[in-house]
């Protein structure tokens, strides 16, 4: 029987690292997100694994960190919320006409709805 294309848990195929392919990592790995959705971050920890597959736009990679020594997130301060807060209403303040839109402004425009139809076409 032969081995999936990916399959290299010592390492020495691929860059050196171990590699899986897709839904075949062992428990004890987790990409970020996953550790996220935990509660937890990689915590410097470098890069323990990786999985590899193929896609039409040629092969994907998604980086794995070891489970047992992710750390929690660090829990966000008051500082942090504030910072936040005045980052999300600095993109949606439209600066043609310096009101707040509501909504976040789409980059392509970089003006809020209204000032953008009001700009004419170039010919």
């Known amino acids: 029987m032969s081995r999936p294309r990916f399959w290299d848990p010592e390492g020495s195929r691929f860059g050196g690292i171990p590699t899986f392919p897709w839904r075949m990592a062992p428990d004890d790995y987790a990409t970020r997100r996953q550790l996220r959705a935990q509660g937890l971050r990689p915590g410097g920890q470098p890069v323990a694994a990786q999985i590899l597959w193929n896609t039409r736009r040629g092969i994907r990679a998604a980086y794995l960190y070891r489970a047992a020594l992710a750390v929690p997130v660090r829990p966000m ?7 936040l807060t005045a980052a999300n ?5 439209c600066p043609d006409c310096g009101r707040d839109a509501g909504y976040v402004l789409p980059a392509h425009l970089g003006t809020c709805l209204p000032c953008a139809d009001t700009v004419p076409l170039a010919a």
């Open 89 to 93: 209403r600095a993109r949606r303040i």
């Open 77 to 83: 301060t008051p500082a942090k919320w504030a910072a």
